[in-house]
């Protein structure tokens, strides 16, 4: 049975737990992650006490296990810029295709107060369950990186 949990700034999430984090989600996202220290950053900034930011952390776990997990931050801004920026998401390979992405998606939504935006790549399979959840491609986005 799955199990989902959240952390949040309140939680005082501990190394170790960011570290199981990060470690899954850079194991599992594949050709759509980052490095584990961009994602231990990403935790810092949704977790962390002492910073002006925030966010959560949901995870599902099935016998302890993390089998999937989602990181939102918080943006500072509202209105012309969503509240929100989901930045990763993963499920286990071995676990995919079981709507647990769906049930992660689905609390995040809940959790979040105001907009979300997400990134993701035109060949990434979850952008299917991104539009089913509601979301929309408004805009094409560009970089430049310095």
């Known amino acids: ?3 989902l949990e959240t952390l949040s700034t309140i939680d005082n999430a501990t190394f ?7 470690d899954f989600l850079f194991q599992h996202l ?4 980052d490095p ?9 900034y949704a977790l962390d006490q002492n910073m002006h930011a925030g966010g959560f952390v949901v995870m599902a776990k099935e016998d302890e296990k993390l089998v999937g997990a989602l990181i939102m931050n918080k943006t500072g801004m509202s209105a012309y810029i969503p509240e929100n920026i989901l930045v990763y998401i993963a499920v286990d390979d071995q676990h995919r295709g079981k709507g ?5 998606m689905g609390l995040a939504i809940k ?9 993701v790549e035109a060949d990434n399979p979850a952008k299917k369950l991104y539009e089913k959840l509601g979301f929309t491609n408004k805009y094409l986005e560009m970089r430049l990186t310095k």
């Not at 170790?16 to 990060?22: N, V």
Request: with cysteine; glycine share 10%; aromatic share 2%.
């Open 1 to 3: 049975m799955i199990k």
């Open 16 to 22: 170790l737990q960011k570290s199981e984090i990060a």
């Open 30 to 33: 594949g050709a759509y992650g």
């Open 36 to 44: 584990k220290a961009d994602i231990m950053k990403c935790l810092d």
């Open 100 to 104: 647990i992405g769906s049930k992660i």
């Open 111 to 119: 959790m979040a107060n105001g907009a979300i935006a997400l990134h």
